[in-house]
């Protein structure tokens, strides 16, 4: 149990473009689910927290107008880099968890972002 | 604000026991994690501490003392598949519960 999925997993794509990227929730409805960044050898930073059917809360830093994030549905939540650079190659990883409280975030797989 | 330490690296060999440290400075504190992560990988579980005093799970354990702000992880009966990223994550109480997480520790396991 407690399966996120991510797809793609690897995107390579223009700078200017924009990237979608889904994070799903297989086997449990994920009340909360949470955006990371990770780049090499460095640890995940948590770009923006999202909660099913209301706005993205984003961490200071993060250009909400740059990652759009939307939480339609308790199993799907989507992450948009629009107009991507260089900058924003990294590995993006979502991570899904049932409640509000204190409960296990489990981690989708990972998306490999390479902005040419 | 927000900071958590852990060593950068660490090696040991297989069949050994090796502690990861991690201390952590965070407000409104509401527990804390191990991630293990191998590299292009996402982070598994490994276990959540938010009483003090240690949980057992299998080969590995995980200690926590609020009061000081400390918790480990403790690997036993090391396998070479053990080495990875282990990060630590200090559980935020904002109203969403948010992981605020350390540089990790890679763990290289030699034969």
């Known amino acids: 149990g407690a399966v996120v999925s991510q797809h793609p997993s690897r995107v390579i794509c223009k700078s200017g473009t924009s990237v979608k990227i889904e994070c799903r929730s297989l086997d449990f409805q994920a009340t909360t689910m949470f955006w990371y960044r990770q780049f090499p050898k460095q640890s995940l930073m948590l770009m923006a927290t999202?909660?099913?059917?209301?706005?993205?809360?984003?961490e200071q830093g993060v250009e909400k107008d740059k990652f759009l994030i939307n939480h339609a549905s308790l199993t799907l939540s989507t992450l948009t880099v629009t107009s991507a650079h260089p900058e924003d190659s990294s590995f993006y990883i979502c991570s899904a968890k049932t409640g509000t409280g204190t409960d296990t975030q489990y981690f989708g797989p990972g998306t490999r972002l390479t902005v040419l | 604000g927000q900071n958590i330490d852990q060593p950068t690296e660490m090696t040991a060999t297989e069949g050994a026991i090796v502690q990861i440290n991690c201390t952590y400075q965070?407000?409104?504190?509401?527990?804390l994690f191990w991630y293990q992560q191998h590299a292009g990988e996402a982070p598994t579980f490994l276990s959540y501490n938010v009483l003090d005093g240690l949980e057992e799970k299998g080969r590995f354990s995980s200690f926590l003392s609020r009061s000081k702000g400390y918790s480990y992880l403790l690997l036993k009966e090391l396998q070479m598949k053990d080495s990875a990223s282990y990060l630590c994550a200090a559980v935020r109480s904002t109203g969403f519960q948010k992981l605020v997480f350390g540089t990790g520790t890679r763990l290289l396991v030699s034969p």
């Open positions: 965070t407000s409104g504190f509401n527990g």
């Open positions: 999202s909660n099913e059917g209301s706005k993205a809360t984003y």
